[in-house]
């Protein structure tokens, strides 16, 4: 039987729903093919969630849209129906993230459309799409749809192409192969959505197994405090629901260093039961729900108010303004949500502060700024400070700051504060304004023994893109399971596709010449794409397929690394290309390949290791790329 495939829609901010949705397809179903259409969701996750799903001869396929296609106001049907990607797709059945699986799909597969060519229920939840049909349907291709289109009489005619999905397979309760719910992340706990949290709440291990999911009486109430151990770390942290995969991933590798501690979450939205469900797993360490209202995190727009550069920074910052009224523990280490925890931190959280109230490290490049993204906080001293909160927010709305909070803090503590190296806050990110490799090497004599690793700017290393450093080491952590912090296995050490056979592309453009063409007939081999400047979604959308990996604004050192690693170099890119790099290579043994319409100029050309090909002959290159990335020359 082939293999089923389902469409799903997401952005990075809803892949913990998307994981949840794809653990109850999986829990139920094996050999399925997920296309997940986004357009910001990285690779990275892609291949982590992959292996996951290896148990269940299953596939995870990336599929990047540009915005306006993705959020196009068109039926799902439609769409899926307009997407290059899933032309050679037969059928396909597309899945909102709030549409639960409770049983096997096969029946529903292959429910019989006769002449109509999809089947709906509730509001395009749920879709049976017969895509080849819909690619051959004369009134869809002579009306060509579009959002502007889709009116009146027009609508009224595509209605009447598909008919409604019976209700044994879909319904509103659990007693049919698909349960629809309402965005059910945003409810605590009920008889109508518990499976929903109760498949969110079970790791990975469990679902591969097929044993019994996390009880939902085990969601209903929180774990026993753990009595008699006063001296336990307290952390704080403050973020909404939506930063979910950052902020998790902070709370990972905090864990995976450190147990028996209590994490002070601060935040105006996130239900009582994803605490509950998390502290399930992390036991006997805790997660606190520490509600903020959002009058207070309101106290200043942070968007209108702050210099361009803070442009990732939401109003959450503003909760390190009451960071002393609202945890009530004499003292306590605040972390962002950018940074990964690198080791056991009970040697900070025992510094002396010798009379200070706070300790933290200066900003990198911005002088006299404390960084306040990792802090040490004497709380009970701040406590003491008459009227803290009221100056503080006072200062706040009456003068222009460029870094929100940031400079407020700075405005009353600089004189103050401990200030601390870069080991207990390595600073990561702002390396573009880094002029040598000798900067790189200043900064990273601390990272062996760095306590906390923080990516600052917006660089962030969950983005589909970035040039950030140590963007593997976040994505380590994320990937982690709750068993293996428990068990303090090893870090993951591959998360993404890796190949012994590298090669490097530099290109003023996002036009690459036969690109597509030579990716997918050598799966085998990695290619590493470098701009020095942004890209366009031309090829951006190529990270879809795993051996592509884009640095755009690449920094220097990290050009040259990728140069060293790399046994070969294609000269098929346009634009204002790097010719320091192409004849470095070919002075230095290495293979430049080419077409006539993207060869370089005569000087390097005339190199006998520059090889040029007809711009028809893309097989030809394909097999010489291959004998080359394997020999290392064209004699076998």
């Not at 106001?73 to 396909?92: M, N, S, T, W």
């Not at 990975?204 to 753990?226: C, F, G, M, R, T």
């Not at 502290?279 to 509600?291: A, E, F, G, Y």
């Not at 090669?503 to 453009?509: A, F, H, N, P, S």
């Amino acid at each position: 039987m082939k293999a089923m495939n389902i469409v799903l829609i997401a952005k990075w901010e809803s892949v913990s729903q998307l994981e949840t949705c794809i653990k109850s397809v999986a829990y139920h179903n094996s050999e399925v093919n997920y296309y997940v259409l986004n357009n910001d969701i990285a690779q990275e996750w892609f291949f982590h969630l992959n292996q996951l799903l290896k148990p269940f001869d299953s596939q995870l396929i990336d599929i990047k849209l540009p915005s306006d296609q993705l959020n196009a106001q068109l039926p799902v049907q439609i769409k899926l129906g307009q997407i290059p990607q899933l032309a050679h797709l037969d059928k396909a059945l597309f899945l909102s993230l709030d549409a639960l699986v409770t049983d096997n799909l096969a029946g529903l597969y292959h429910y019989q459309l006769g002449e109509k060519l999809w089947a709906v229920r509730s509001n395009q939840q749920t879709v049976l799409v017969n895509l080849q049909a819909v690619r051959q349907n004369a009134f869809l291709q002579q009306n060509q749809l579009s959002p502007e289109s889709f009116t009146g009489p027009l609508a009224d005619k595509v209605t009447e192409l598909g008919c409604d999905l019976p209700a044994k397979f879909i319904s509103n309760s659990g007693d049919s192969a698909i349960q629809l719910l309402d965005q059910p992340w945003n409810d605590e706990i009920d008889d109508h959505n518990q499976l929903w949290w109760q498949f969110f709440a079970t790791d990975w291990p469990i679902i591969q197994q097929k044993k019994l999911l996390i009880p939902a009486q085990d969601l209903v109430n929180a774990p026993e405090k753990v009595e008699g151990q006063e001296n336990r770390m307290q952390f704080i942290m403050a973020a909404n629901y939506n930063y979910q995969p950052a902020f998790l991933t902070t709370i990972k590798s905090l864990l995976f260093h450190n147990q028996n501690i209590d994490i002070h979450l601060i935040n105006p939205d996130i239900p009582q039961t994803w605490f509950n469900a998390i502290n399930r797993q992390i036991w006997p360490s805790r997660l606190i729900d520490v509600k903020i209202s959002p009058d207070k995190l309101n106290v200043k727009d942070v968007q209108k108010h702050s210099a361009k550069e803070l442009s990732h920074v939401n109003n959450m910052t503003n909760a390190l303004l009451y960071l002393h009224e609202l945890i009530h523990c004499p003292r306590a280490i605040y972390l962002d949500s950018d940074v990964i925890v690198n080791r056991n931190l009970r040697p900070f959280y025992d510094l002396d502060l010798k009379g200070h109230p706070l300790a933290a490290c200066r900003e990198l490049f911005i002088d006299p700024l404390i960084n306040v993204g990792v802090m040490l906080l004497d709380l009970d001293k701040l406590r003491t400070i008459p009227n803290l909160t009221s100056r503080m927010i006072d200062y706040y709305q009456h003068h222009e700051v460029s870094t929100a909070s940031e400079s407020v803090i700075t405005h009353f503590f600089f004189d103050q504060y401990l200030e601390l190296n870069f080991t207990y806050g390595y600073q990561t990110g702002s390396e573009n304004g880094w002029s040598y490799l000798h900067d790189f090497k200043q900064m990273d004599r601390y990272l062996p023994q760095c306590y906390c690793l923080h990516y600052v700017t917006g660089d962030k290393p969950w983005k589909m893109l970035s040039v950030v450093r140590h963007r593997q080491l976040w994505w380590a952590n994320f990937d982690l399971s709750w068993a293996a912090i428990k068990q303090h296995h090893l870090l993951p050490i591959q998360t993404k596709f890796t190949s012994p056979y590298q090669v490097m592309i530099c290109t003023g453009d996002q036009t690459i010449e036969n690109f597509e063409k030579i990716v997918q007939a050598t799966p085998d081999i990695e290619f590493n794409v470098t701009a020095h400047t942004p890209v366009g979604f031309l090829l951006k959308k190529m990270i879809a397929y795993p051996n592509v990996h884009v640095f755009p604004e690449v920094l220097m050192p990290v050009h040259q690394q990728l140069a060293q690693r790399s046994s070969l170099i294609l000269d098929i890119g346009y634009g204002n290309k790097d010719d320091q790099l192409l004849k470095a290579a070919l002075e230095d043994g290495k293979f430049v390949m080419s077409f006539k319409n993207t060869q370089a100029s005569s000087n390097l050309t005339s190199y006998p290791n520059y090889l040029v090909f007809n711009d028809d002959s893309v097989q030809e290159f394909i097999d010489t790329l291959k004998r080359l990335v394997v020999y290392g020359d064209l004699s076998n």
